[in-house]
Structure formats: structure tokens, C-alpha cells
């Protein structure tokens, strides 16, 4: 029989390193453990992901244990009690058989170096391990104790329990874990806000803001190590707040995570906004386009030069539009120049992407770089939206998402300048009015394919010759 290990490895690194499960299932069993106090062995069964006999296998290979197959009638009853069954359940570990010298203990995890200290203490004599099954262990403690009522100290803890989570210091698995929770509860955005001793955490869903169970404040740091890594910056001595987005791989899935940074009076509140990352562009008429109003945009965009504003609040799905525009407008004999926030949405080959740190730069670099298609995300909000109409958008198709909610408040703002006026005058313009609300809950993680039944929700508005002559003659009023 094996002694005591003195190993530091975890059941999860000896599983993935022996091929039995991947990072991403163990993802997974961390946020399902969480709902069912489950360890993470039995989590990774439950799931589907494995096999008792496989964990079993991998833990014998992997640190030199007998892997038993434990039964009822394999026991001593009175050894067993011997034992506190809030203990022997707590770890699921077993006593096999023994003598005033040696006992021998079946565990389902001898990587828990806390848990096996604690058996041996409670043995008294020199101990030794074999593997087992987490049911079978499970199974002879119910045939010597009965199976534990519900709501007695040894029946499995309530979801709200911290039981067996002791997150990595890296923060993946913590930020994992909310990902696919928040994901599960179709959350559109997560709050870590530091309140006393707590970290409170809360989900975004179509009923509001929904509290979950509250973490340590330590794993406020681990979430913005693992952000940090990813790209996202923390906050530092010199700013209150920081911004920053990232696509984060979950599994099969891709989410476009954006993060905000901001001190506090209690310490550093974190929400991050999610969505998922399209591996391809959807076509305009899936995002909420009429097939007249594609039809149009179409005929616009095989024009040399022209003006098309993207106009709604935050969040309304307005980059996934210039998204689209631009890979409508794409050709091989065309440069396109994107200027965004955060390199999350797929954009046609070759296209160079710029951050827009610095939103006075786009008309120098568009010029410089001979953009003959240029979308702006973000770079030309409020008055900036002025700058469109500068010598640097001339001969080019310009696409841009501005902050404007309104868009005949916009056209009535250009009219007011003698340059937006003339602009509009003599060149072709088109304005995409998003709808007014913005996404949040469910409504984030709907797929664009599905969208067709909202033909119609993005409004197309293209300046005919007798619309230019009536905004040049009153000022847009």
C-alpha cells in the first residue's frame, strides 16, 4: 500500500496531463460544482466528462496507488465507525481493514493533502492509501451510517456553499467559472464590487441585476491578473479607471469580454460586458435589415466614395454593423482601415486594424495608409462627428458608429455648418439608425441567424437629390 503523499499536485492537473479531461471541461465542472457542492471529481462524472474508473486509473498511473474496487461486504462495519462520518464522508475516505499497528483507507482524492493530513490525525497509527470510487466509497458509508436526511450536517452543503473552491491564483478558473455561469443564466454583464469583506458579485439577466454568492476579496486580484494577461489592463497608481476588451476561449465558444476597472472607497469594482465573438460576419439583412434596405446600402457601397453613419446607443450592435459594412464593401483592389476599440469582430483579410487610443489620428492615417474604405468604431463620437466631413473622407467610403441616438438631431447639427452642408450637398450619405434600447440579458446572446424576424429593426435613411436640396435649404430644421 502507498504512504501518505506529500504531493502538491491537484486531481484536475493529474487528469488533464493524463489526457482523461481537457482545461475547458474542468471549466466547466468548477462552475457546475459550484451549484451542486459536488467535489470536482464527482462533478467531472456527473458531467459526463469521465469515468470513476478513468480518475481512478489516471490517480494509480500518476502517483503509484491500488485502485480498489470497494464494496459494502468489503468492510468492517465497526471499524468504519470508528471513525466521525462527518469526516469520513466530508473527504470520502473509507478505513478498509487493519490492525493495532496499520490501517489501510480507501480515498477518492489522495491529491488533497488537507484532507489526508486530517485522516491521518484521526487515525492515530500509521495509515496507508488505495483509490476509490467517490459512489462506492459513498455506497459502504450509507450501508454502515444509512444515507444522510436532507438538511443533516452530511448531506451535500446548499449551492451557496464554498465548499472544495479554492481558486488558482492565475484567476482562470475563477474567471472561467463566472463566464460559463453568467453564459448559463444568459447574463449580458458581471459586477465584482468589493463591499467589506466580501467581493459582491452579481449577473446582469432580463430580471436585472441578480446576486450570486459572494467571493474573498483576494479574487478580485486573481480576475485582474487573468484579465491582465488577456490584454485588458488593471488600474494603476496613476489612473482611477481603466477599459480594455479581449476575446476569452470557453470551450467551444468565443465571448467577447469587455472590461471596466474603477477604484473605490472599499477597494477595485470590476464589470465586465459580455457577448459572443462571430467567427464570420453576418450579413447585414441578419442584423435587422429590410431587403429594400439592403438593397440600397448595397448600391451605395459599390460607389468609389460616399458617407454611411451608424447612429444608436451603446451596445445596440452597432460594431457588428460596421463590421458588416465593411466586409460588404470589401474588394481586392480596395484598403481597408479600421480604427476600433478592441480587436473583437472579424474583419475582411488584409484589413489593417488601428486602436482608437488617439481618434485625432484617423484622418492623418487614412490619408498616409491610402484607405480607399475606412470604418470608424467609436472614433467619431459627438462633435467629432464633424470631422467626417474633412478633406480626409473625400474619395474614400467611410464607415462610422457615432453615439448620436438621433438621427435627424444629426443631420440637423451638420446642416448647421457650412462644411456639413456641403458635404452633404455633393456627396452620397447615408445614415443606419439602430434601435433605441440597447441589449442586455438574453437579448445579448441571441444568434444574428435568427434575426431575419426583426427585418426591419435597423432603419435605412439615403439622402435623395430632394432631401439635399430641402436640409441645404432650412438647416435641417
Known amino acids: 500500500m502507498a504512504p501518505f503523499p506529500h504531493s502538491t499536485r491537484t ?67 465497526d471499524m468504519v465507525k470508528r471513525f466521525p462520518e462527518g469526516l469520513l464522508r466530508r473527504i470520502q475516505a473509507v478505513p478498509l481493514f487493519g490492525t493495532e499497528e496499520e490501517i489501510t483507507f480507501a480515498m477518492a482524492d489522495p491529491t488533497d493533502v488537507d484532507a489526508v493530513a486530517e485522516l491521518k490525525g484521526a487515525a492515530g497509527i500509521p495509515a496507508s492509501l488505495v483509490i476509490g470510487g467517490p459512489a462506492s466509497i459513498r455506497r459502504v458509508l450509507d450501508s454502515v451510517y444509512g444515507p444522510p436526511e436532507s438538511g443533516s450536517p452530511h448531506a451535500a452543503p446548499p449551492p451557496t456553499s464554498r465548499r472544495d473552491i479554492v481558486w488558482d491564483r492565475a484567476g482562470t478558473n475563477f474567471l472561467a467559472y463566472h463566464l460559463h455561469a453568467a453564459i448559463q443564466a444568459r447574463a449580458s454583464e458581471i459586477h465584482f464590487i468589493p463591499a467589506g469583506a466580501d467581493l459582491t458579485v452579481a449577473y446582469r439577466t432580463d430580471a436585472g441585476l441578480v446576486a450570486q454568492t459572494p467571493e474573498q476579496p483576494e479574487t478580485s486580484l486573481y480576475l485582474r491578473a487573468r484579465l491582465g494577461v488577456l490584454g485588458i489592463a488593471d488600474v494603476d497608481d496613476g489612473r482611477a479607471s481603466s477599459w480594455g476588451a479581449a476575446i476569452v476561449e470557453l470551450g467551444p465558444d468565443r465571448i467577447a469580454v469587455s472590461a471596466c476597472h474603477s477604484r473605490t472607497d472599499a477597494g477595485v469594482a470590476t464589470v465586465l460586458r459580455l457577448a459572443p465573438a462571430p467567427a464570420e460576419t453576418p450579413d447585414l439583412s441578419l442584423l435587422g435589415l429590410s431587403p429594400l434596405g439592403e438593397a440600397e446600402i448595397r448600391e451605395f457601397i459599390d460607389g468609389p466614395e460616399g458617407l454611411v453613419v451608424v447612429t444608436g446607443p451603446p451596445r445596440a450592435g452597432g460594431s457588428l454593423v460596421l463590421a458588416s459594412l465593411a466586409a460588404l464593401a470589401a474588394r481586392a483592389d480596395r484598403r481597408t482601415l479600421v480604427f476600433e476599440p478592441a480587436h473583437l469582430l472579424p474583419y475582411p483579410p488584409g484589413t489593417i486594424r488601428i486602436p482608437a487610443t488617439d481618434p485625432a489620428r484617423w484622418e492623418q492615417l487614412a490619408v498616409g495608409l491610402g484607405a480607399d474604405v475606412v470604418a470608424l468604431d467609436g472614433v467619431v463620437n459627438g462633435e467629432r462627428v464633424e470631422t467626417l466631413f474633412h478633406g480626409a473622407a473625400v474619395g474614400r467610403l467611410v464607415f462610422a458608429r457615432t453615439d448620436w441616438l438621433d438621427p435627424k438631431a444629426l443631420l440637423a447639427h451638420l446642416t448647421r455648418s457650412r462644411a456639413g452642408r456641403a458635404a452633404l450637398r455633393d456627396r452620397p450619405f447615408a ?32 439622402l435623395s437629390d430632394e432631401k439635399r436640396d430641402a436640409l441645404a435649404k432650412d438647416g435641417g430644421r
Open 431 to 462: 445614415l443606419i439608425a439602430l434601435p433605441a434600447a440597447r441589449r442586455e440579458g438574453s437579448a445579448v446572446w441571441v444568434d444574428p441567424s435568427r434575426a431575419e424576424i426583426q427585418a426591419g429593426s435597423l432603419q435605412v435613411t439615403i
Open 11 to 77: 486531481l484536475t492537473s493529474i487528469l488533464v496531463e493524463c489526457g482523461i479531461v481537457t482545461d475547458e471541461q474542468v471549466a466547466q465542472a468548477l462552475a457546475r460544482q459550484r451549484d451542486t457542492g459536488l467535489l470536482i471529481g464527482e462533478t467531472l462524472v456527473e458531467l459526463g466528462f469521465t469515468t470513476e474508473e478513468n480518475i481512478g486509473w489516471a490517480l494509480s498511473r500518476q502517483l503509484g496507488f491500488p485502485y480498489a474496487d470497494v464494496h459494502p461486504s468489503s468492510v468492517d462495519p
